[in-house]
């Protein structure tokens, strides 16, 4: 059964850092597009950061230069540093892997950052 578990989420002050991670069962997630989506309460969910399998990286506007996203295929794993956060930060983080026309999710992840 594929799986996506992820950890790192938690409560922060303005200006503080935070490290999302997302391990995938089975080996095969270590070639395929991941990434992570966010959604705040009463907003829609929206991509934050996604990376190729081969390390082709995107960001959201509003966090360029203060997330970094990256992946360790040794421990399929992928990262979503988070520095400088801000309150309109705050949400589910959740991450996700796709596999052909089928998309695997995480549970989510609380982050609130506190002003």
């Known amino acids: 059964q594929v799986q996506l578990v992820e950890s790192g989420g938690g409560l922060v002050q303005s200006g503080g850092s935070l490290r999302l991670s997302c391990t995938a069962s089975g080996s095969v997630f270590r070639f395929l597009p991941m990434g992570w989506y966010r959604q705040a309460p009463g907003k829609q969910r929206e991509l934050v950061a996604s990376?190729?399998?081969?390390?082709?990286?995107n960001y959201l506007d509003s966090v360029k230069g203060r997330f970094t996203i990256s992946r360790d295929g040794a421990k399929n794993t992928v990262y979503l540093q988070m520095n400088n956060l801000k309150p309109e930060d705050t949400a589910v983080y959740s991450c996700?892997?796709?596999?052909?026309?089928?998309?695997?999710w995480g549970q989510g992840t609380q982050v609130t950052v506190s002003s």
């Open positions: 990376i190729s399998g081969d390390g082709i990286t």
């Open positions: 996700y892997a796709r596999l052909i026309s089928t998309t695997y």
